[in-house]
């Protein structure tokens, strides 16, 4: 149950079978920080080449293939005053028609994040909204563990081992389970965001530095297909791919097996999530999308599969 | 602003051209009932085939191609005890490798509505729920009208006109605003659920008839691309079609065009959307697929296009 | 086995349950024009609005839903010297960063058709392809049958009642099986093209009007789930859907079920698409698009279940 | 100029910066052997585990990122006298209503190859299609080079790199020219098929191991989106993506640019495209799907942009 304060030094733009930073055991605390999407730290200097640079990866001792990492957020704050997004929907988001025709000029825009009123208010370019300020609401855009097949995946996108997700849902007090492809799983996070709207439509959202805690929980022998989650209110489960039809295929089916993990017949898991599954999108602006499934833990309870431990 | 009481005596599973059963002016308001998908009456008898019939068409005076009318709720309410719902999640919303292997078999199941506590309690089949009653939340799920270049959309579909969109924000207290393809509009409701899940992916929600009431709006001489809707907290965008990926380019598309209308220029509209965007997911069983695209009312008051009217 | 001259004085812009212009039986041939997508005749008057206008529809006697009827295509031809495309691939069909900053503006082409060279040669505008001519290759673009549920659906997109689906397969020679949905089938024709890329990727092929022939045959109490195809070489099967992946899924069924019900196993059928199954695609412009899948007759005699009559 | 006989002892399952195994020059011609997709080699022996093992990287010196590198299959052929197929078509290429319900059981198929008579004949399981044998067409299903971002990609799917794209025009004879991302290129190939239908739809062609050679050219300082390649009668250009219409958008999008690389300007770039394209389809197994774009060299000679050498 260590506690490791660690301060990266090297940055990873792809999620891969890299070198540890550091070695941590099941139970263990990581205090350390993230640079912005762009390469840039708490002092907004550029310290690495920008495309959502990764701290990390954390080797996990006795972590195997087909085992289950768990990481819990347990804070995530951003660290400077200034922030960055782009300005332009992206234009896989947008009609073809409208793309073609009616697309404004790029650029980017600044955000003044002010930690005691928790909002992020926009202060360049100075147009309409001027006086748009919105709450913080700081999450991890990307992270995840080294996939299958000595692979090492770009982090402008995801697959079964995380990467790019950028799911608004993925803030402090969340607790999300991956599946192990390598040995010490090997964990990396980064581009971290103030506040996003949901799909990451303009391809960024409020990008900056982060202050981040987490805690890992290797979960021996049970296995998984896609990243599960869990938070005070619900249970989610992750689909990563194009289009977001597939993304969806993938979070429903992984979320009926979890529910007949939890001891549900799947008959029964099939009736419970017609009525009451839930959906949110995340990020579809990279080349896999993400849809989230998700399901209330009170409707899991009123059935009698919860407060089961999630895990044995 | 009369109000009209209308029972139906004939019901339409495509929303085209057909005779209307009422001619109404805007600001009227009309008090009927919706058989259930199966064309199940208050009494539980069929009274027309199955296939989500609707009710109307609904002539509105002096409504021409070109403008718009706004449908709001006033009230909708299931009217009877028995709902049904199928039991197995509809194979295209989950991977083609668990579709092959490991489908449970079909079937019906039935749900006691009682509009005392307000919730929807399974009791048939007995299974490891059968202690699951959920809260009710009555929505439409298809609606809409006369579609362009004299078509007749089935109401197993949706498109610009509206149809089969299965969204559980089409409640009591919304208002949605179609534009208008034919003379008199032609407005079709049917398709009540007493509950429902995102997605609608055991092909049903809770399905029942319903009593409703609804009041009519024309807007002269403005024009829009797609379903858009308000209800307290947001406006709303629909988009209809397949891949998910298309319906969520027709949502975003219209929210910019939208906020456009209301005064924004469109470089701003872009920035605001990146970072205060939500989606929402209709439909994901029919032929379209529905995406619904939001803001919220009190984020677009402090950027000063808000309240304004929507519509001069 | 009547051969009927029918000249069409009615178009139709979306194929449903319209007032026939001619009824025909079984074994009747039909002599008619055509007029071309923008409603020009073969003296290029514009006679009826734009929009893929058919001609038809023809109800062939005894033909009732769940039947099906084929459309054999005897004769073919463009009856006048111009023809007419579009100049810009559709946005839908490039990188929607391509879309956002280099489409070129757009406008009109003429061609003019030799049918004597077999020809048709670019003649405005004046560009480096001002020697283009090509070998003609005249094809039906959208034609069909009324579909199901009383729905009547636009001549711009397609689906199991046919529609608009420009495959260069359908050409003279070819032979095309329909479901049909309704009493009377209603066959309508259209939107002739003088030569067509594959994907009608710019929204139009050589737009021009035709001389057209064709055969028509009932074939009772026998139904198939999607159009289906023959010529010399092959047999073909038609999805139309959206995205692309889902008219393949469609077309690929069609095919095993057609080979099923040619006398092969399920397990054999399999075996010998995997091996012997080839694509084409057609229209990727409209909502629907269009994927063929076809095998070689040869393949088919190989493995004797061919030459059997195709229907009992 | 150099004629390097190599024989592999290594294999890859994802490609990505490795170890070279020989390191060649621009102009070099390589005679080497490739493993099945089970990782079985001419005498039918597991040397290998499964997954498309590829033989390779070669390092191509004075290769940059930045540049092009061509790969002309000089020869391919089987060698060994058996072949292997699954024998069930993948649910992902069938209609989910068919996958719930009709799906054959699978198993695998042997095929023996004659090359004498250049055919393949099916020898396992006996049933209704034994007398099938089908005419040799040796192809490469899987080859490409390191790709960008430090990544390493499986061989169970494709992107800019290339990788698993099971297109039956990469055949003897033809020239495929891949971007290069990292010093060296690092060429690879594997997976070859005696023949394939069309898609790969069953997860495999005849799989079998192959005698390959080939001889690569770099072409320095110009730049590809997507791997492009050329036979004796077209250019074609590659998209590795889903849907496949995301394909079809990147490979339409390339063959643009290699029309405006060759001389034309765009608008008659696009003119020429709308009635001369022609698509072909690749894998339709993967995550990503594959579609192929081209146009036949003898219409871009009428134009007057050909035969000059396709790179200067």
Redesign the interface.
């Known amino acids: 149950m260590a506690v490791h304060h660690f301060q990266p030094t090297v940055y990873?733009?792809?999620i891969?079978t890299y070198p540890p930073v550091l070695e941590i055991q099941s139970g263990d605390t990581v205090v350390t920080t993230t640079v912005d999407s762009a390469g840039r730290d708490g002092q907004d200097q550029q310290v690495t080449p920008r495309?959502n640079p990764q701290t990390g990866p954390f080797l996990i001792q006795d972590a195997e293939a087909g085992d289950i990492v768990s990481i819990h957020f347990d804070h995530l704050s951003p660290n400077r005053k200034i922030g960055r997004?782009?300005?332009?929907?992206?234009?896989?988001?947008?009609?073809?028609?409208?793309?073609?025709s009616?697309?404004?000029?790029g650029g980017g825009?600044e955000w003044e994040i002010d930690l005691g009123a928790w909002t992020?208010k926009?202060i360049s370019?100075e147009?309409?909204?001027s006086?748009?300020?919105?709450p913080l609401e700081p999450m991890v855009g990307c992270f995840g563990v080294a996939p299958?097949?000595?692979?090492?995946?770009?982090t402008?996108t995801s697959a079964t081992h995380g990467g790019n997700m950028d799911y608004r849902g993925f803030a402090e007090g969340v607790t999300v389970y991956f599946p192990i492809f390598v040995p010490g799983a090997l964990f990396y996070l980064g581009d971290g965001h103030a506040?996003?709207?949901?799909?990451e439509?303009?391809g960024?959202?409020?990008e900056i530095s982060f202050d981040v805690q987490f805690t890992v929980q290797l979960i021996k022998g049970r296995d998984i297909g896609w990243p599960r989650a869990e938070d005070q209110n619900y249970i989610m489960t992750v689909g990563n791919?194009?289009?977001?039809?597939?993304a969806?295929?993938?979070a429903?089916?992984e979320m009926?097996c979890w529910l007949v993990d939890l001891?549900?017949?799947?008959?029964?898991a099939?009736?419970?999530?017609?009525?009451?599954?839930?959906?949110?999108?995340g990020n579809?602006f990279d080349?896999a999308?993400t849809m989230i499934c998700k399901i209330k833990k009170r409707?899991l309870e009123?059935?009698?599969i919860w407060p089961s431990a999630v895990w044995p």
């Open positions: 990873y733009t792809a891969g495309g997004t782009s300005t332009t929907i992206a234009p896989n988001v947008l009609d073809p028609h409208y793309v073609a009616q697309m404004p000029s825009a992020a926009l370019p147009n309409q909204i006086n748009l300020h919105i299958p097949r000595e692979q090492s995946i770009s402008a506040a996003q709207g949901d799909g439509i303009v960024t959202g409020i791919a194009r289009p977001l039809d597939q969806l295929q993938h429903t089916t009926v001891g549900l017949e799947k008959s029964a099939h009736i419970l999530l017609g009525q009451c599954i839930e959906y949110d999108v579809v080349p999308y409707t009123q059935v009698g």
